[in-house]
């Protein structure tokens, strides 16, 4: 007969099941009694979470900018990092004895990482479309704590909240404040570098009084006057000099000639006093009342007057000349004189000439220190008043944020006292562990069966022997054995009742009474 591969058929499986049931009975009881155990006694953990809403700031930005530009997200992670550092947390510990005797036993960097574990901070996103931001940003944020006592939990997150919404208000005020006392700094800074420039500027003026560009055209007006002036001292001069040859002339032919060929010309009393008045009278238009020649003159006029008065002219016959003589050698002097003074007058004009042309020649120069330093004037006074108005604007922000107008965190929820723990989720437990103890009852048939090398039924002896049987007698029970079946039936039932009762008591006493219990199941189901 023609030989071909067995299959097994469903009275084969059957016949496996009836065969092996005990190793598919006794890995079920086994994995359901582990997970039952597992749900039962894994302690419950709750879970209390604070909900803290982020809202904008009151006061429209186009009248008070604030000082605070980062994001909320931005903002939210930096807070968390400086809220869960390692003395607040001890400091958390500590304040609600949240570990009991472990507190002492366990270090305190391991106690740090279960308490940072038992915190999460969780950002709600949303999208934002503005000239500001645009994509995602944090609208609101949620601070979860779990612990295995509900109370704990409460009480910690209110804890938590309180820091975050502290530390937000600190962090922001704090950096308003520095900003306020960075710009303050620099605003000092800046005045005393104008302080210092306006110092240079006046004394480079002072030095340059003389060759100021402002006073250029003054010197350029007073130098043409001093021109000028010369020109009339040298006209001046020119005819002074031609009266005085004139007169010399007049001189030359009025004077008497004496024995040694020179004029002299002798003059009485009343001729010298004519004399001494005419050269007063030149003089005085020149010079003060206090110039040593007109006292001179006012002396030796009272002289004359004095010897006249006296009628001291004895002599007055022996003199030779005329008065006309003598008052045109009086003018000749008064003109000597006056060129003399004419001469130091033209000198002076020449050195005031040479001086504005000096002064003129060096206002360029001036001119363009003068500019560097003006110009390092307006640059520093642009950032002075730049930096000014900036300070303002962080005193303004400043004021927003010490009276909470700015953007702010706000509780939107407050942590409430949980009354059903999160985990563990004792129901999928024990549905987990009922899949998982069907699972590994079949697994433990399909490995005994894979394992024992006994022919059962019609198929494993075709593929023993190669060939297919002629007639497939069935097994025939004798009363000893179905006794012992019924035995081994009374005896897995019984276990199991035992298991089901052991279990239903400690979920009564460990977990929750069964009445309770049945009454949240049937709840659960309904």
Same mark, same amino acid.
């Given at each position: 007969?023609?030989?071909?591969?067995?299959?097994?058929?469903?009275?084969?499986?059957?016949?496996?099941?009836?065969?092996?049931?005990?190793?598919?009975?006794?890995?079920?009881?086994?994995?359901?009694?582990?997970?039952?155990?597992?749900?039962?006694?894994?302690?419950?953990?709750?879970?209390?979470?604070?909900?803290?809403?982020?809202?904008?700031? $009151?006061?429209?930005?186009?009248?008070?900018?604030?000082?605070?530009?980062?994001?909320?997200?931005?903002?939210?992670?930096?807070?968390?990092?400086?809220?869960?550092?390692?003395?607040?947390?001890?400091?958390?510990?500590?304040?609600?004895?949240?570990?009991?005797?472990?507190?002492?036993?366990?270090?305190?960097?391991?106690?740090?990482?279960?308490?940072?574990?038992?915190?999460?901070?969780?950002?709600?996103?949303?999208?934002?479309?503005?000239?500001?931001?645009?994509?995602?940003?944090?609208?609101?944020?949620?601070?979860?704590?779990?612990?295995?006592?509900?109370?704990?939990?409460?009480?910690?997150?209110?804890?938590?909240?309180?820091?975050?919404?502290?530390?937000? &208000?600190?962090?922001?005020?704090?950096?308003?404040?520095?900003?306020?006392?960075?710009?303050?700094?620099?605003?000092?800074?800046?005045?005393?570098?104008?302080?210092?420039?306006?110092?240079?500027?006046?004394?480079?003026? $002072?030095?340059?009084?003389?060759?100021?560009?402002?006073?250029?055209?003054?010197?350029?007006?007073?130098?043409?006057?001093?021109?000028?002036?010369?020109?009339?001292?040298?006209?001046?001069?020119?005819?002074?000099?031609?009266?005085?040859?004139?007169?010399?002339?007049?001189?030359?032919?009025?004077?008497?000639?004496?024995?040694?060929?020179?004029?002299?010309?002798?003059?009485?009393?009343?001729?010298?006093?004519?004399?001494?008045?005419?050269?007063?009278?030149?003089?005085?238009?020149?010079?003060?009342?206090?110039?040593?020649?007109?006292?001179?003159?006012?002396?030796?006029?009272?002289?004359?007057?004095?010897?006249?008065?006296?009628?001291?002219?004895?002599?007055?016959?022996?003199?030779?000349?005329?008065?006309?003589?003598?008052?045109?050698?009086?003018?000749?002097?008064?003109?000597?004189?006056?060129?003399?003074? $004419?001469?130091?007058?033209?000198?002076?004009?020449?050195?005031?000439?040479?001086?504005?042309?000096?002064?003129?020649?060096?206002?360029?120069?001036?001119?363009?220190? &003068?500019?560097?330093?003006?110009?390092?004037?307006?640059?520093?006074?642009? $950032?002075?008043?730049?930096?000014?108005?900036?300070?303002?604007?962080?005193?303004?922000?400043?004021? &927003?944020?010490?009276?909470?107008?700015?953007?702010?965190?706000?509780?939107?929820?407050?942590?409430?006292?949980?009354?059903?723990?999160?985990?563990?989720?004792?129901?999928?437990?024990?549905?987990?562990?009922?899949?998982?103890?069907?699972?590994?009852?079949?697994?433990?048939?399909?490995?005994?069966?894979?394992?024992?090398?006994?022919?059962?039924?019609?198929?494993?002896?075709?593929?023993?022997?190669?060939?297919q049987p002629l007639a497939n007698i069935p097994y025939i029970e004798t009363g000893q054995e179905t006794a012992k079946t019924r035995k081994r039936v009374k005896v897995l039932a019984g276990f199991s009742v035992a298991t089901a009762v052991c279990a239903m008591v400690l979920v009564h006493f460990?977990?929750?009474?069964?009445?309770?219990?049945?009454?949240?199941?049937?709840?659960?189901?309904?």
């Open positions: 007969m023609e030989y071909n591969e067995p299959e097994l058929t469903l009275r084969d499986y059957v016949a496996i099941l009836r065969r092996r049931y005990l190793y598919l009975i006794i890995p079920f009881i086994l994995v359901l009694g582990v997970s039952i155990a597992v749900s039962v006694f894994t302690p419950p953990v709750y879970e209390s979470t604070g909900t803290i809403m982020v809202e904008s700031q $009151q006061i429209p930005d186009n009248f008070v900018q604030s000082t605070i530009t980062s994001y909320a997200d931005e903002r939210i992670g930096v807070i968390t990092q400086r809220v869960m550092i390692r003395d607040n947390l001890l400091r958390i510990i500590d304040k609600f004895n949240l570990f009991g005797s472990d507190r002492n036993s366990i270090p305190a960097s391991d106690l740090v990482d279960r308490m940072r574990n038992m915190v999460s901070v969780q950002i709600i996103s949303a999208d934002i479309q503005g000239q500001r931001n645009n994509g995602r940003t944090a609208i609101s944020f949620k601070i979860s704590v779990v612990n295995s006592e509900p109370d704990l939990a409460f009480r910690v997150a209110n804890e938590f909240v309180t820091l975050f919404l502290d530390e937000n &208000l600190r962090n922001r005020i704090s950096r308003a404040s520095e900003t306020s006392d960075f710009l303050n700094n620099e605003t000092q800074k800046l005045k005393l570098e104008l302080e210092t420039i306006e110092n240079q500027v006046a004394e480079f003026k $002072q030095i340059n009084s003389g060759s100021l560009p402002e006073h250029l055209d003054m010197r350029i007006s007073q130098r043409e006057r001093a021109i000028n002036a010369q020109e009339n001292i040298d006209r001046e001069i020119k005819n002074l000099e031609e009266q005085r040859n004139f007169l010399e002339i007049d001189l030359a032919s009025a004077s008497v000639r004496t024995g040694n060929g020179e004029a002299e010309i002798l003059l009485n009393p009343e001729q010298e006093l004519t004399r001494l008045e005419a050269q007063l009278l030149e003089k005085s238009a020149v010079y003060g009342a206090a110039h040593p020649d007109i006292t001179s003159l006012n002396r030796k006029i009272s002289q004359v007057k004095e010897k006249i008065a006296n009628g001291d002219v004895e002599d007055s016959n022996s003199l030779v000349g005329d008065p006309v003589s003598a008052k045109i050698s009086a003018r000749i002097e008064a003109i000597e004189d006056r060129i003399v003074v $004419q001469n130091r007058l033209k000198a002076e004009a020449q050195i005031l000439i040479a001086t504005l042309e000096e002064t003129i020649i060096q206002t360029p120069q001036t001119e363009r220190g &003068l500019r560097a330093l003006n110009r390092g004037y307006e640059n520093a006074l642009e $950032q002075y008043e730049s930096i000014k108005a900036k300070l303002m604007d962080a005193q303004l922000s400043e004021s &927003l944020e010490e009276e909470k107008k700015a953007e702010r965190f706000l509780i939107l929820e407050p942590p409430v006292l949980a009354e059903t723990p999160i985990r563990p989720n004792r129901a999928k437990i024990m549905a987990l562990g009922v899949f998982i103890a069907i699972g590994a009852g079949f697994a433990a048939i399909f490995l005994i069966e894979m394992i024992d090398g006994s022919v059962y039924g019609l198929a494993r002896l075709t593929e023993a022997i190669q060939q460990l977990y929750l009474p069964l009445d309770i219990f049945f009454i949240k199941v049937w709840g659960r189901i309904s």
